[in-house]
């Protein structure tokens, strides 16, 4: 059983525009979400999170949404550049133990 | 400030041989520790955490092994190592609030 989903393997996005990475999840319990981004041959990074009081974070160039009721989150980065051009993971967590990840999304941006 | 360091980097073994891959934390006391694995082409896979020394938990049924011999030393091993076993292995710690800290992997072939 898949609790957390990213349902877009890849995404291509031009250099300068927004992208927006999209995140599903089934277990109504998780009350704490994190996006990790993860070059090749290497280990992921902490990019950003929210908790699920909040429905809205921003870092940056990096946003985070939450929709509860969707049990729906999303990451937007704008301006996208050429070195966001990576894998990113969501990731959702119950309590403070264990993260569950989504599948990753590949994100390409172009020049 | 906290590091992690996993070795060795890249490994190449025959099935049926042994395997010892190491994770040592610094900077940071009684983590909670966790090893995850990334197959080709697929999300990440939690496969043991550990919130103590000696305390591990088992995420999926596997031919691989976990040991926590000290509070920041996290250790993942196998007896008879299988073609599945291939893949790249990721170390992180977390303190209580969930956002984990990943260290760089060790890309396993199994020849």
């Avoid at chain 1, 990451?75 to 993260?99: M, N, T």
């Avoid at chain 2, 790249?88 to 977390?94: D, R, T």
Wanted: glycine content about 8%.
């Amino acid at each position: 059983d898949q609790q957390v989903k990213q349902n877009s393997p890849s995404l291509s996005v031009q250099e300068g525009r927004i992208s927006i990475l999209n995140c599903d999840y089934t277990n109504s319990m998780f009350d704490y979400f994190l996006w990790y981004k993860k070059y090749p041959a290497e280990g992921p990074t902490f990019l950003i999170s929210i908790s699920s009081i909040k429905d809205k974070n921003e870092d940056g160039r990096f946003t985070v949404f939450l929709n509860k009721s969707a049990k729906h989150l999303s990451l937007h980065i704008v301006p996208s550049q050429p070195g966001d051009s990576a894998v990113y993971f969501c990731a959702a967590s119950q309590g403070a133990q264990k993260l569950v990840f989504g599948q990753g999304t590949r994100l390409t941006i172009n020049p | 400030s906290q590091t992690i360091h996993q070795w060795p980097a890249t490994l190449v073994q025959p099935v049926g041989s042994p395997l010892s891959l190491e994770c040592t934390v610094e900077g940071t006391s009684n983590p909670n520790l966790y090893w995850y694995r990334q197959a080709a082409g697929r999300g990440l896979q939690l496969l043991f955490y550990s919130v103590g020394i000696g305390q591990i938990s088992s995420e999926v049924p596997q031919n691989l092994s976990a040991s926590r011999p000290q509070d920041r030393q996290f250790i993942l091993s196998s007896k008879k190592l299988l073609l599945s076993d291939s893949g790249f292995y990721l170390c992180a710690w977390a303190r209580m609030n969930n956002e984990q800290f990943f260290g760089p992997g060790t890309r396993l072939t199994v020849l």
